[in-house]
DNA sequence: CCGCGTATTTTGAATAGTCAAAATAAAAGT
DNA sequence: ACTTTTATTTTGACTATTCAAAATACGCGG
């Protein structure tokens, strides 16, 4: 059985690797996992001997094929959890992530199993971000942000790159969870401002740095 | 924040304990988690260092109130978890104990408070364990077993004092689940067999042994 | 009171994961 | 090319938890 330690060195190196094939660097990953550098290098050493990843040296990690089953698992756990946690136990969208943390290596694949169907085998979580399936496959789509999409046309958001309350919160109480329908009225790159249009709801700005971390896609 | 190994020792003091005075021996704590007896004397004694039980040398260990505080939050969380697992999601009544023993670490309060919420606040989990109060009361009532009850009189399985699967299968298989009507016919102490008549069901054969295991409480 | 068996404690060593700080390699600037 | 900066690795040490095996204390039968 893979310790907790190393479920979470083999999620956040998924995470932080994008397309599964680039490699992570140790420092990224350290500070990923709230370690000194000099830790993530012995650890990544010891995950490599195992055969979960591959380490170049002075370069960065990459996941082996078991390794990412194994991350992927643990993925899928952490979002079916907060899936769980919001949609049936009510809880805020915005503060599931620090408890599934925790059950995410507690919780058998048995238990995950009868929780899936009980939610209805949903392909998201509550952020709008994929749940990779039982077989381990992840719908890694690539979206435009509010930074980067046309202006004017019908979106809805599809996802919140970015983990922090504070910022989960800020969303939830400007209308911006996944789901919402918008458009971009205006961005003006000089300033560094996007201003939106909510259906049916006071223009709302944004900055460029908050607009660039909330993913949309066209409205069908 | 107690680590999960400090937990297990709590709750297995506090389970071996019965009336929460007497002094648990390391044997028997030893056991209870698996590990060789030198090991138990040596956490125990960390665990006196930072408050959580008084130990007396080559008598044994006791909760201190802080120590029994921590203890019942913990079983309480394994409690409700097995319920959950059961009147939820449907899971195997035999099963879940396992289950349990890794989700009672990783649940906060706050989950598990809604948890509680949407169970209805159960007073005793599926193996009709009573699950201590949020406050930390823990409803110990004595029970009779099928060893000793009176016979003839209508009785109602309480619980099963017994946590191996092969045991609730079996029990689970004749109709003995917490709740179950049935009589004692006849007890033959020479023998050591216990016979029952179960409500609209054919007699069964106990050993005095597995008898034992079974509380009950006469029918209201 | 003495020796015996059993339960408990002690001692020494191992493993997993971590940090601090020194050493090193690679990248970047002049 | 030479120096500086920055990222990574190494080294030595520490904590929590465990085991194996030796030492010790306790209660019991004679």
Request: glycine letters at 8%.
């Amino acid at each position: 059985m893979a310790s907790i330690t190393v479920e979470n060195y083999l999620k956040h190196i998924l995470l932080l690797s994008a397309d599964g094939h680039a490699l992570v660097p140790m420092g990224a990953l350290a500070s990923a996992l709230a370690v000194v550098p000099g830790t993530a290098t012995t650890m990544v050493k010891a995950l490599a001997d195992e055969g979960f990843v591959e380490h170049r040296p002075r370069q960065g990690v990459r996941l082996t094929p078991g390794g990412r089953r194994l991350a992927l698992s643990v993925l899928r756990k952490h979002r079916l959890v907060e899936t769980f946690l919001v949609n049936v136990l009510k809880m805020d969208w915005a503060e599931v992530h620090a408890e599934a943390e925790q059950l995410e290596h507690a919780i058998s694949d048995q238990v995950l199993d009868r929780l899936d169907a009980l939610l209805g085998r949903p392909a998201a979580d509550p952020h709008g971000d994929p749940i990779p399936s039982r077989g381990g496959k992840l719908d890694s789509q690539i979206y435009a942000t509010l930074a980067t999409c046309a202006t004017g046309r019908a979106l809805r958001v599809v996802r919140i790159t970015e983990q922090s309350q504070e910022f989960l919160q800020f969303a939830e109480q400007n209308g911006l969870q996944p789901g919402s329908a918008l458009r971009v009225h205006d961005r003006n790159l000089s300033a560094g401002l996007v201003t939106l249009k909510r259906k049916g709801g006071r223009p709302l700005t944004l900055s460029l740095a908050a607009a660039g971390k909330i993913l949309v896609a066209p409205e069908a």
